[in-house]
């Protein structure tokens, strides 16, 4: 029978005495799943009221585990002390929002919970399992303002955390771990309508200096992480194109076949970042395929050998696509 263990706190310190045989099962579970563990996390959860464990048992066995903190709240006189963010502690969400995002100090001051670890036993991956952890979290969590995780960024984690469960991505750290090679990401769920205001500003901001960056810093992430991040959007907004200068008449003889795509290429790129400068709901309908197409050859200026290999195309055909996908983009957002 399934049991799912709500009450399994630090505080009333069941953990370490009555329940250590609960403990050991998900140390061990985390070895398994391939966490990086130190003694220091156990010792977090014995010594710091803001981190708490939640467990679903089976038959008295552990099954899957999450490690989670509180964070948020921060005062105002912390606010306005950006150069000591670093000293502000266990608030990893609340303080980088901060450091990217200097003008939006008012989510710092909201409460949430951020997801530590989270680890489902091999053996029933695929099943519902974490889906069904952050339900109950979230569940939970109905008095706090959001619930959110930072992780490094893989295909598979992102479209659990945002494709699968509707988390929104706010922030993505501007370098690789050295040790993993995966780009930092945070996401969050609003659980509160203060939280919903703050959420949209971030996630478009986001986007915003993410389009900007796939040229450079970002020029190596994946096509399909990049997708995925932007495919997450939260509100309801459109963008409109302001082309300058020669940018029109330029798209438009591309379109009618005159100049070829390295002629109007800025043009666009207008175009793209409009499309994903608005929220899903209010972009033109396109295939998970046609987007990346966009995203690799006009926001991270690929080569048309690299995208079309990537994507299991032709050259030729991935030219003439992007055609297609250029007049769809201008007939509706010019």
Known sequence: MLRWLSKLTVEEENLFFEQEHILRQIVGLYVLTHYRNRPDYIALLADSPKHYIRALLYNDNVIAALHMCYEGGLEEVKLDELSDIEKIKG????????????????????KGTRIFRIAVHPKLWNRGIGSFLLKKIEEESNKLDWIGSSFGATAELLRFWVIKNGYIPILLGPRRNPV????????IKPLSYKSEKFVEEINREFRLRFIESLHDAYYSISGEIAWILLNKTFGKYKTDVKFSGSQRPRI????????LY????????????????????????????????????VLQGRPWENAAKILKMKINEA???????????YDYYA
């Open 91 to 110: 608030n990893l969400i609340p303080t980088t929002s901060l450091r990217y995002y200097p003008n939006i100090k008012g989510f710092a001051k909201l």
């Open 180 to 187: 993993s090679g995966e780009f930092s990401v945070s996401v």
């Open 252 to 259: 438009e003889s591309y379109l009618n076949g005159l100049l």
């Open 262 to 297: 390295e002629s109007a290429c800025d043009s666009i790129k207008s175009l793209v970042k409009a499309h994903f400068m608005s929220t899903v709901d209010e972009r033109i309908k396109m295939s998970e395929k046609e987007e990346r197409l966009l995203i690799m050859k």
């Open 319 to 329: 030219i003439e696509l992007m055609k297609i996908l250029s007049k769809k983009l």
